[in-house]
């Protein structure tokens, strides 16, 4: 079935120091897999998102890996900064109409 | 550009009364469209999700219920609230097919008393 696992459920890290989430999923026909970072009380704001014919993709301090074959995912983030604390989701396609969450990372900065 | 406006931003309701949540999209058309429910510290469930005018296919079932009358208008529903059905509604767009990202309205944080 649809399944999109997420480690770990809660990470904290020295600011300036590198944080990594990563995550599983089930579908071998899954082709996009999006981040979203959700502030409390906020709503989840998409951040970066790879498909399935790359294999990294970076923005600035943010990056993600794909592994095709072994499916999973990964998200990277370096030089981190207390605005970084927030809770993460990943993502996954199950067919063309939806996407299936993982359960979430809250990260925590510590300055 | 396209805009995602839901409402209203929070609600406290007594437990069996009804429920109407709001979405509405602007600036595209055909959009797929989703209701997700967030408990407390938790992740994010799909309740529905439409592909078009009155297409609506469910993924929990529960006391809740969805309807599209509208191409950019989606509302989630309720006869009977209960205590479990309190937590944070966020209505959601994409473009179809969903290979591309969601955007989330600002959601609705319902407490049923």
């Known amino acids: 079935g649809e399944n999109v696992e997420q480690h770990p459920s809660t990470l904290s890290v020295q600011e300036g120091d590198s944080a990594v989430i990563k995550c599983t999923y089930s579908?071998?026909?899954?082709?996009?897999f999006p981040w979203y970072k959700q502030e409390l009380g906020k709503r989840p704001q998409l951040i970066i998102d790879?498909?399935?014919?790359?294999g990294e993709k970076k923005d600035q301090r943010i990056a993600v890996t794909l592994n095709k074959t072994a499916k999973h995912f990964s998200l990277h983030i370096t030089e981190t900064q207390p605005e970084d604390s927030a809770v993460y989701f990943c993502?996954?396609?199950?067919?063309?109409?939806?996407?299936?969450f993982g359960t979430g990372t809250r990260l925590t900065i510590i300055p | 550009s396209q805009t995602i406006h839901q409402w209203p931003a929070t609600l406290v309701q007594p437990v069996g009364s009804p429920l109407s949540l709001e979405c509405t999209v602007e600036?595209?058309?055909?959009?797929?469209l989703y209701w997700y429910r967030q408990a407390a510290g938790r992740g994010l469930q799909l309740l529905f999700y439409?592909?078009?005018?009155?297409?609506i296919s469910s993924e929990v079932p529960q006391n809740l219920s969805a309807s599209r009358p509208q191409d950019r208008q989606f509302i989630l529903s309720s006869k009977k609230l209960l205590l479990s059905d309190s937590g944070f509604y966020l209505c959601?767009?994409?473009?179809?097919?969903?290979?591309?990202?969601?955007?989330f309205g600002s959601g609705t944080r319902l407490t049923v008393v």
């Open positions: 959601a767009w994409s473009v179809q097919p969903s290979n591309y990202g969601y955007t």
């Open positions: 579908d071998s026909a899954s082709n996009y």
């Open positions: 790879i498909r399935s014919n790359v």
């Open positions: 993502a996954a396609t199950f067919g063309n109409e939806k996407l299936t």
């Open positions: 600036g595209t058309s055909n959009p797929n």
């Open positions: 439409s592909v078009g005018i009155g297409q």
